[in-house]
């Protein structure tokens, strides 16, 4: 593929020196000597491939290698247990999401009066935190451009935005780790949480297992036990949540391609979802058999490799870890403007930003078909992605976060010894 910066230009990067985020010794942000410490990790449910599970995996992990207690706090888990970990899944009640997880706050919170946590962390929005991770849009903003006034009325709004005031009100005590500038001042829009209560995460790419696939001679025998022939592109889109994604966008571009330049390419969709719907809508816009669906998937980097350019027109994305992986890869990236980490693709020229405010689905064909149609462009904005993958800390938010949750259970329990106090008293 291509060649990585050098390391005596790689010190002269404008962002960080950081690149490596397989650490063999334990890696700290703060000077400051970590202490045991028995802390709680609490989502609604879990499965190993979504991209906000995915975070909590490796954030725990990094927890425990650190030597801390981990209990981790859900009502329905599927796939591997986190070895360290202990679990306990607590039964919620309801015919409905809205009202098993309205359920299984409330077991929570009895559940955790039996326990004194050094810290709760929660990766989904419910009341009690001490700490939360956002991995979702702002469910108020999401709401209001939808311009339906009866939606207010409904039982799920209700508990969903009275879960969302827990964490983000102005009277709150939760601190926040965000990962897109972008949602936290939406977020400060709504409710006006102070600046102290946020922090910043960096991305967390494993950037080792994709670089390790994209040799080129590997890139070839991929292909090959794949079934895909040399002359044919693969444009590649990664995550679940098909819709929201923006899968149907991508197979109108298809679609919207010249009958024979359709014939080049082949769109693969990697994730957990119901993909019916966009198979009927291919196959109404007569592109089907141009279409892979692989379902849910752990050789991201080997799709990764094989394929010729990423697209990921998101309909609504707070992040979208996907973005970032096709830069490391050295692979374009056609990306929807309002995606979080779309500012990555602009600041790397890995790629093109796609305005859509409001959308429009034309601009997107028009950047698919140059992609489709020229080869030295593909290979320049690659590059450019491998570059800026090479001197930019895109990699150590498993370790940054829990800096962080170290960081705040002292302070909690009054044993921070910096300046400051993270809680606001």
């Known amino acids: 593929m291509y060649e990585s910066v050098p390391d005596t230009e790689r010190e002269q990067g404008r962002l960080t020196k950081k690149r490596n985020c397989n650490h063999q010794a334990p890696y700290f942000i703060g000077s400051y000597r970590k202490s045991y410490m028995d802390i709680g990790f609490a989502t609604f449910f879990y499965y190993p491939f979504g991209g906000l599970e995915k975070s909590l995996r490796n954030i725990a992990l990094e927890v425990l290698r650190r030597g801390h207690d981990l209990t981790l706090y859900c009502y329905f888990w599927k796939g591997d247990l986190l070895p360290g970990a202990k679990l306990e899944v607590l039964p919620a009640r309801g015919w409905t999401n809205h009202r098993r997880m309205s359920s299984f706050a409330g077991k929570l ?17 419910m009341p009690g935190l001490d700490l939360y991770y956002n991995g979702d849009v702002c ?123 359709q014939q080049k390419v082949e769109l693969w969709i990697a994730g957990q979802g119901v993909p019916e719907p966009f198979i009927k809508l291919a196959r109404k816009l007569d592109v089907e058999k141009r ?97 800026y993958a090479d001197t930019t800390d895109l990699y150590h938010r498993p370790q940054v976060a829990a800096d962080i949750i170290e960081r705040m259970a002292k302070e909690k329990s009054g044993e921070n010894t910096l300046s400051g106090d993270v809680f606001g008293r």
């Open 109 to 125: 919170q009895q559940r955790l009066s039996a326990r004194n946590h050094d810290l709760l962390v929660g990766f989904k929005r």
């Open 139 to 261: 469910y108020k903003n999401e709401i209001s451009s939808k311009n339906n006034p009866l939606i207010k009325l409904m039982p799920r709004y209700r508990v969903l935005s009275s879960f969302e005031n827990d964490v983000f009100s102005r009277t709150s005590s939760t601190h926040i780790m965000y990962i897109s500038e972008r949602e936290k001042n939406i977020f400060q829009n709504y409710y006006g949480t102070p600046d102290f209560r946020f922090h910043a995460l960096p991305p967390g790419i494993d950037k080792n297992s994709i670089r390790n696939a994209c040799s080129n001679l590997k890139r070839g025998r991929l292909r090959k036990r794949l079934g895909v022939s040399d002359d044919i592109l693969v444009a590649l889109m990664v995550g679940s949540d098909f819709y929201r994604k923006g899968v149907d966008r991508s197979i109108r571009a298809l679609a919207a391609l010249p009958a024979e330049e």
């Open 291 to 387: 279409i892979r669906f692989l379902g849910a998937r752990d050789d991201v980097p080997e799709l990764l490799a094989i394929s010729d350019f990423l697209l990921h027109p998101a309909v609504s994305e707070t992040a979208g870890n996907a973005i970032l992986e096709g830069l490391v890869a050295g692979i374009p990236v056609i990306v929807s403007q309002s995606a979080g980490f779309s500012y990555h693709v602009a600041e790397a020229g890995g790629g093109m930003v796609i305005p859509d405010t409001p959308w429009c689905q034309s601009h997107f064909d028009l950047a698919f078909r140059r992609l489709v149609n020229d080869s030295k462009l593909r290979g320049q904005l690659g590059q450019r992605g491998w570059r």
